[in-house]
Each structure stands twice: as C-alpha cells, then as structure tokens.
C-alpha cells in the first residue's frame, strides 16, 4: 500500500548577491557637451584681461604712470552719462555674452547623439543620429514598391520622405510605417522619435 507525501516545492535558486545595484532598463538623459571651445575662448579673455590689469597694478606700484586705456576708461565711465548710446551698447553685449555663458552651462549640447536605454549604471550609450537615419531609410527600402527613401532624423522626430513608383500610396506608406515602429524599437534608444512618414510618387519629367 503506496501512500502520498506532501509538502512544500522547492524555492528556485536565487542569485548570489555580488553586492552590485541592479537597474531596470529605462529612460536615461542627454550627454552634456564639454564645450571646449567656449572654455577655451573664456579662459583666454580672462587671462589677458588678468595680466593687463596686473602689469597695470605693477607699474602703478613701481611710480610709474598708469595705461592710457585705464586713465582713459576711469575717464569715460565718469563723464558719460548711462543713457549714451556707447554705454548701452556695451551694456548689451555684456548682457549677451552672460546669457550666452548661461545657456551653455544649463543645456547639454550634444543633439547629435542619441542617448539609448540603460541597462547598467557603469555602461552608457549612445547612437549617432546619423547612423540611426542610416537604418531606417535600409529598413524602409526593403517595402516593395520604395524607389528612394530620405530620413532626417531630429532628437524626438523622424522625418521619412519616401519615392514610391508602384502600389497604393496607403498601402506604401502602412507598410513603410510598420518596418519603421519595428526598427525603432530595436535600436534601443531611450526616448524613442516620433515617425512622421510622407509617400508620393516620383515627379514625372519635363519635356
């Protein structure tokens, strides 16, 4: 007489525990530009302007007469009065130059490059913009019916233009858009672009 043992199934087995942050693929920000170009040229004017001023301050130390440009600036900004037209002028600039540096210390920069889906935080990537059009346009020449295909693709937006020379243009451009939603999401990026997808047929020649 057989009889029937039960109990509880085995837990599977669980992975050891390495001590490293398990993140979930997701969304992941732009890559911010080093700009140094700006750095470069910002460094450059506030160098001279240091050793100007510094050889100015030397030669005033030493009993010598201060630089024609200092006498001359001090002169200006006590006599000219702030609604000159010179003044505002360079109030402008100024303004402009500041805005400028904001801008460029607020914003990433980098709108060539396409940040994909992280899967790791020691692992970063990124896909060219260029390279991406590249695949979409090789993805959308495989539909029958596509002569020539141009894709600019933007950091939220694809624009596909494409040459169709037989079938329906409705049934081109379904089949254009499904090649294309399945080749986005297998590029991995992390916010994918929007397609905006135009078919017509190619322009008949003159004469």
Avoid: N, Y
Wanted: glycine share 8%; charged share 30%.
């Amino acid at each position: 007489m057989s009889g029937t043992t039960t109990g509880e199934r085995p837990s599977p087995p669980q992975p050891p525990d390495t001590g490293a942050t398990v993140v979930e693929p997701g969304t992941t920000g732009r890559f911010w530009s080093t700009r140094r170009r700006p750095s470069a040229v910002v460094a450059l004017l506030l160098l001279a302007a240091c050793v100007l001023l510094l050889s100015d301050l030397a030669a005033v130390r030493a009993g010598r007469p201060a630089l024609g440009v200092r006498r001359r600036l001090a002169r200006e900004l006590a006599e000219r009065p702030l609604d000159d037209v010179w003044v505002l002028v360079g109030a402008g600039v100024a303004a402009a130059l500041g805005l400028w540096l904001l801008v460029l210390a607020l914003t990433p920069g980098v709108r060539g490059i396409l940040p994909m889906r992280r899967a790791s935080p020691q692992v970063r990537a990124g896909l060219d913009r260029k390279a991406a059009a590249m695949v979409l346009r090789d993805r959308a020449l495989e539909v029958p019916g596509v002569r020539s295909v141009r894709v600019r693709t933007r950091r939220r937006k694809a624009d596909v233009r494409v040459v169709s020379h037989f079938r329906e243009l409705d049934e081109v451009e379904a089949d254009v858009r499904g090649r294309l939603e399945e080749a986005v999401r297998g590029l991995g990026l992390s916010r994918p672009p929007a397609l905006a997808v135009r078919v017509r047929r190619p322009e008949r020649r003159k004469g």
